[in-house]
C-alpha cells in the first residue's frame, strides 16, 4: 500500500496584532493633536483683541451715556461709535429722551447685535446693556437674564 504524501497545509501568517494596534493608537492621538492644535488656532484669533464693539444710537433728541462699567462717555443721538472691545465684562447705553419723541439703542459685537432697546414719549429711556459669561465667554443681553 503505499503512502499519499501529506496534503499541502498553508502555513499561518504572522500576526501583528500588537503593531497594528500600536499604530491605531498613534493614529489615533494624532488626529486629537491636530483637533486640538486647529482648535486653539481659531480660539486664539477669536482672543487676539481684534474685536470691535459698536454703540449705536438714532432717533429723537436725547441724552446718552455709554461705555463699560465706570465709565461715563456721553455722545448725541444720531450716534455710532466703534471701538477694539476691551477686557471690561459689562458696557451700556443709557438713552433718555429729551421730551417726546422715540430713540432705539444698539451694543453690537464684531458687526453682531446683542442688546437692542427703544423708548418712545416723554423722558423715556432706552436702555442696552451687555454682559460676558464667565464660562463661554460668549456676549449676552443683561436685559434678556
Known amino acids: 500500500m503505499s503512502q ?14 500588537t503593531r497594528n494596534g500600536l499604530l491605531a493608537a ?4 494624532a488626529l486629537i493633536i491636530a483637533v486640538f492644535v486647529a482648535s486653539q488656532h481659531a480660539g486664539s484669533s477669536s ?22 462699567s465706570g465709565s461715563q462717555n456721553s455722545g448725541t443721538v444720531p450716534m ?4 477694539p472691545l476691551g477686557n471690561a465684562s459689562y458696557y451700556a447705553i443709557n438713552a433718555q429722551l429729551n421730551g417726546s419723541g422715540s430713540v432705539l439703542c444698539e451694543i453690537q459685537v464684531d458687526g453682531t447685535v446683542i442688546s ?7 423722558y423715556d ?21
Open 4 to 17: 499519499q504524501p501529506p496534503a499541502y497545509q498553508r502555513p499561518n501568517p504572522p500576526r501583528h496584532t
Open 26 to 29: 498613534a493614529g489615533i492621538i
Open 47 to 68: 482672543q487676539s483683541g481684534q474685536h470691535t464693539l459698536s454703540y449705536i444710537v438714532t432717533g429723537d433728541d436725547a441724552t446718552v451715556t455709554y461705555g463699560p
Open 80 to 83: 455710532s461709535v466703534t471701538v
Open 116 to 122: 437692542e432697546s427703544t423708548a418712545s414719549g416723554g
Open 125 to 145: 429711556i432706552a436702555l442696552c446693556e451687555i454682559v460676558q459669561d464667565p464660562v463661554t465667554g460668549k456676549w449676552e443681553d443683561a436685559n434678556s437674564q
